[in-house]
């Protein structure tokens, strides 16, 4: 039992809206994959278990339709219209990312669904809202990342190289956050009101509400911030954040010191390795560690001593990460009192003890390949409503006729 | 009722993005949400209360442009919780709240007397919901972090960037952002939770977690094929991570009027040394081709407009096996063609040819000249106490029977400490006058 155990979903299967529905079935929802004949394109992509191509092998596939029933229709086909629409009579929501006028097409769009279903909460997730004819023209992620805003905020200090986009279908993802965001308000709301409705989300929309000050910046007074390595986009351009270690890995040294307490830490963690006597700068860490009170950070860059003593405190750190780890350091700073963090690759992440202790790896039985995979776990820890991944990715159609007895 | 969550009340002690983000969301539906701040530090624990950006050339701790941004609709009030009578008046308000709502360091509400217990004895069926970089149990519990520490350590840093480059990481919190997304999430599902069973309960959001949830397929390819991000040859991250596509990249462009077809561009500003990169213009455009299809169309308009460059190499590059294996050659050659275009002048023509495509949009293109931000109405405007009318990022979704609303911008320090006093817990004016006169409000 989790928090959507009764509440039927029906996806009509897209590589856009996939992630949605995951988050729904994931917290115990019955989402139905509606498929078209075939099966999902998606169900094709690479990686695969053990880099051996298969219908039913790809991690993409099985990561993004976890927890989800498979049903084949041919909504083209008068037959698969009638049955999409007894199923739709038994379901409380549909998430959908088709074109525009598809569903209208095909007299399935919310208008007819809701006659056969008053309560329906019907999201469709499109590029640019379902009344831009913008949205049926093909996007990637890449492409509606563009067109969203994050890259212009990412990438590098020299503009001479691109603007990155980050990797992970972050775009899609965005959009799929804000059809489940906007799933459980309506199923709120229909508690309390029995009204279901139409939702219409943009991703691009979502993208572009989703780049911090470089919209806000801009709504407030026309600034333009510009992207630098490995930190924030400014307006005006900040120190850097991210230090090399002696191993060549990174860490992001986060907001620098600047209480007394962080000081004096910073001082006799030196000590405790030896780097004190080779940094001449001590002198303002320790002046730093004495200091009465707060700084006035308004004063740096005018005040000498607060200078000198900030100035120390950025090369410490420097001085600290060339001489030992970039896990050393993230532990080092973190026990100091200060906010940094190692720069991990995904997996590195995924092995430290920190998230195996809250048991975020878990293991998924893959009855058809005859092994069991451990899998990305609960992004929220609800002890009353556990997230939990109920049943490995579907086969296409694998659940056809139960989903069909079940109708009859 | 008139909006979808207009029957819910927070106590809400959140703060900065990742947390007051949560809450926008509630209250942009109705929910009322009530934020609760210290008056002795004058509500600075959240540090964008009287940061930039400004308006105009006033400064100060209500004059914040991103804590506007992000506390519309929410009401604001004082609470000394360091004395026994400010305690009690929280107590009145949680007792009256359906969720309380916070992201401090692991275990700071639980110091001043708010643990999960303590909030379950005044309301049974509280829902709580904190939210830090790495929850409240676990080895790293009380290490502190914000949106750039949580995306580096759940490895969304390091999957941002080019070959031969630290990582490029994200140029802002997007986990400020998206740790505000799922802590809404968390909240809403345990109001359904509630309605089902009758019963709270306290999530306990770690932001490294959500974070770390967003690599699904790389993960996978880990677990199950022990094939790591970390290689050596690097990473791409503009290029297409599962799906094999090429070319699939962000390329220059030029930012000068007329260098599209009459070549009166060609004044060598895409020459020397620029084939891998910029213009120095600063404009790019994004072009991915998922198949053969895509390519045979953008390789005939490279032929048609070849730009005063040889389109012969476009032969080169006819399978999609030929483009992947070559794929630094092919972008370098379509960067050099790309150069010699503005970048909405290009984006339109390989729109006509059904090719996806984005120009890089720069701020105020996406939000002044866009037309679709603006049909869309992603851009309301609030009206702030102090610093009047402002627009705010709305919400990217539209209902057809409760839409959201963002009119009043964010509560100045202690706005309606005197309404929810008087309205909500019903004392009088006076009372009021006192406890603040006590430094209790």
Known sequence: ?408 | MTGALSHFRICDFTGQLAGAGATKWLAAFGADVIRIEDPVRQGRWDILRGLGPFVDERRGNDLGGGFNNHNTNKKGITLNLRTQKGKDLLREIIAVSDAVTENFAAGVLEKWGFGYEALKEIKPDIVYVSNCGFGHKGPYSRFKTWGPIVQAVSGLTFSSGLPDQPPAGWGYSYMDHTGGYYMAMAIMLALLERDKSGKGQWVDLACTEAGLSLHGPALLDWTVNHRPLRRPEGINSNRSQCAPMAPHGIYPCSGEDGSGEDGSGEDGSAGEGSEEEGSGDDEWIAISCRHDGDWQKLAGLITEIPQDLSATWCEDFNSQGQRLANEDELDRKLANWTSRWQKFDLQQRLRQLEIPVAAVQKPQERIDQDPTTQNFGLWPTVEHTEMGEVRVDGLPVHFSETNWELTTGAPCLSEHTEQVLVDLLGKTPDEVATLREEGVV
Not at chain 1, 51 to 62: A, T, W
Not at chain 1, 138 to 150: E, N, Q, R, S, Y
Request: with cysteine; charged share 20%; hydrophobic share 40%.
């Open chain 1, 1 to 408: 039992m989790s928090a959507l155990t009764g509440v039927r979903v029906v996806e009509i299967a897209n590589e856009r809206i996939a992630f949605a529905g995951k988050l729904l079935g994931d917290m115990g929802a019955d989402v139905v994959l509606v498929e078209p004949l075939g099966g999902d394109p998606t169900r094709l992509l690479p990686p695969f278990v053990n880099d051996e191509p298969g219908e039913n092998r790809s991690l993409y596939f099985m990561h993004y339709n976890t927890s989800k029933r498979s049903m084949i229709l041919d909504l083209d086909s008068e037959e698969g219209r009638a049955t999409f629409l007894k199923l739709i009579e038994t379901s409380d929501v549909l998430i959908e990312s088709e074109p525009t006028t598809r569903l209208s097409s095909l007299s399935l769009d919310y208008a007819d669904l809701v006659k056969v279903q008053p309560k329906l909460i019907h999201t469709a997730m499109t590029p640019y809202g379902r009344d831009d004819p913008l949205s049926d023209l093909p996007v990637t992620d890449l492409t509606l990342m563009a067109a969203g805003g994050p890259p212009w905020s990412c990438g590098y200090d020299d503009h001479n190289l691109p603007p990155v986009r980050g990797w992970g279908n972050q775009g899609y993802q965005t959009g799929c956050h804000y059809v489940f965001m906007s799933v459980l308000t309506a199923l709120l709301y229909r508690n309390v009101t029995g009204v279901g409705q139409f939702i219409d989300v943009s991703m691009t929309a979502a993208l572009n509400v989703t780049t911090e000050a470089a919209s806000y910046a801009w709504l407030v007074c026309e600034a333009t911030v510009q992207r630098q390595t490995g930190r924030h986009a400014a307006v005006v351009p900040t120190g850097e954040t991210q230090i090399r270690c002696a191993d060549g890995r990174y860490v992001n040294t986060g907001v620098p010191p600047r209480f007394p307490v962080e000081f004096k830490k910073l001082l006799d963690w030196m000590t405790e390795i030896n780097l004190v006597e080779s940094f001449p700068e001590a002198v303002f860490l320790e002046m730093g560690a004495n200091w009465d009170g707060q700084f006035d950070l308004s004063l740096i860059g005018e005040d000498e001593s607060i200078t000198a003593i900030f100035s120390a405190g950025r090369e410490a750190l420097v001085q600290i990460a060339n001489s030992i780890t970039a896990y050393e350091f993230f532990i080092g700073c973190q026990r100091a009192g200060l906010s940094v963090g190692v720069i991990y690759s995904p997996e590195e992440a995924f092995e430290d003890e920190h998230f195996k202790a809250r048991g975020f790896p878990v293991e998924v039985r893959h009855d058809d390949l005859e092994l069991t995979l451990t899998y990305p776990g609960a992004p929220y820890q609800l002890p009353l409503s556990p997230w939990g991944i109920s049943r490995r990715a579907p086969h296409a159609g694998e659940h056809t006729n139960e989903i069909l007895a079940d109708l009859a």
